[in-house]
């Protein structure tokens, strides 16, 4: 497969008369009775997609720690003393080794993390280079790298890039609380310039971080009400890393993390819902429930950025067991 034949996934269509969430309607799905929630996101992800496919994207930390930032949430602010080692950015030929491992484990995407307010001029040609290399590879490239200008949206878009992953996090109203050193709207505008340069948005959020209902339904209205929403919708559920200040939260009932992918899958029927963080502290059970609730997406490999993540040959026994079967597998 060449780099030209990579356009897996079309871009969700601009709608001129875009359906416009409300927080309390989005609120009305979160509180169905669970069966009756289920068997609407079961609906709609039947009409869009094969339900027992699974989309694969491998995560690789190509700058880790130190970052400028204070997510509340987040292991590598420089702010929280949790132990992760600052590393300076990976050289070229180490993330095609990685890419390369995960094409061969059965992942379809690699997506490029890097702790990082926004990249520099040098950093921007580093991942260039990277974003040319995985592709080459024929495999979906995805890069998180904080805020983008105008410029380096185009770079990115030059570079081949399919995928921005820039996450919303949470609601307008409850962001303040766990961030503070940039704010809501700067994050909008990163995604603004991410689809005005062509490429597809990567936008979800994390559960769990102490939300009231209103404001894990603020998430996914925002998201929703995006015209036209994300390709790609990861919901994360909050991994506690010691030394952050969210490392005491109280767990959240996995049943409400299902609600919110079923909530997802409905206010946005054509996205890719991944399954994102917290799986290593899911069972098969809860997972299993997940993807009856729409989500059609993991992230496949042992790490995600500096926390861990299901070992291959568990998930492969998971889908296995669950019947289904990765993406790559059918192209
Ligand atoms: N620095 C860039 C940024 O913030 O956009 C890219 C990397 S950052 C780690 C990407 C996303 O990872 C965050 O927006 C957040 O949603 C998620 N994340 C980080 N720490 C997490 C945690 N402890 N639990 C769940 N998700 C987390
Ligand atoms: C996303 O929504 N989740 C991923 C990815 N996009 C970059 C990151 C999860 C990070 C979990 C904590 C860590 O491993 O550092
Ligand atoms: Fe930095 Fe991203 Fe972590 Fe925030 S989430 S501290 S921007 S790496």
Redesign the pocket.
């Known amino acids: 497969m060449n780099s030209q034949t990579i356009a897996f996934h079309p871009p969700v269509k601009k709608s001129d008369m875009p359906q416009r969430w409300g927080v309390n309607e989005v609120e009305a799905l979160f509180r169905l009775p669970f069966a009756d929630l289920l068997y609407r996101a079961q609906q709609v992800h039947r009409e869009h997609f094969d339900p027992n496919q699974v989309q694969l994207s491998t995560l690789l930390s190509i700058k880790t720690g130190g970052?400028s930032?204070d997510?509340g949430?987040?292991?590598?602010s420089a702010f929280h003393s949790t132990g992760v080692e600052d590393r300076k950015m990976l050289a070229l030929d180490a993330v095609v080794t990685a890419a390369k491992a995960a094409q061969q484990a059965g992942a379809d995407r690699f997506c490029m993390?890097?702790?990082?307010r926004e990249p520099s001029e040098a950093d921007m040609l580093s991942v260039v280079d990277m974003v040319k290399a995985v592709r080459g590879l024929g495999m979906e490239t995805c890069a998180?790298?904080?805020m983008l200008n105008d410029e380096q949206t185009e770079q990115l878009k030059q570079a081949g890039l399919d995928y921005y992953?820039?996450?919303l996090?949470t609601s307008p109203e409850f962001y303040g609380d766990v961030i503070s050193t940039r704010d809501y709207q700067d994050r909008l505008d990163t995604l603004e310039r991410v689809r005005k340069a062509g490429m597809h948005v990567c936008s979800g959020?994390?559960v769990g971080m102490g939300e009231d209902l209103t404001q894990r339904a603020g998430l996914v209205a925002q998201l929703a009400n995006m015209n036209p929403y994300p390709e790609s919708v990861p919901i994360?559920?909050?991994?506690?890393?010691e030394g952050?200040p969210l490392a005491d939260q109280a767990d959240l009932d996995p049943l409400d993390f299902v609600r919110t992918i079923a909530v997802a899958r409905i206010t946005m029927p054509t996205a890719r819902v991944r399954l994102s963080?917290?799986r290593s502290q899911m069972s098969d059970a809860i997972q299993a429930l997940c993807f009856l609730a729409g989500a059609n997406s993991i992230f496949y490999g042992e790490q995600l950025?500096t926390?861990g993540n299901p070992e291959v040959e568990r998930d492969r026994a998971l889908l296995d067991k669950l019947g289904m079967y990765p993406f790559a597998d059918k192209h």
């Open positions: 970052c930032e997510c949430y987040c292991p590598q993390g890097a702790a990082w998180t790298l904080g992953n820039h996450n996090d959020g994390i994360n559920n909050l991994v506690k890393v952050t963080a917290g950025l926390t």
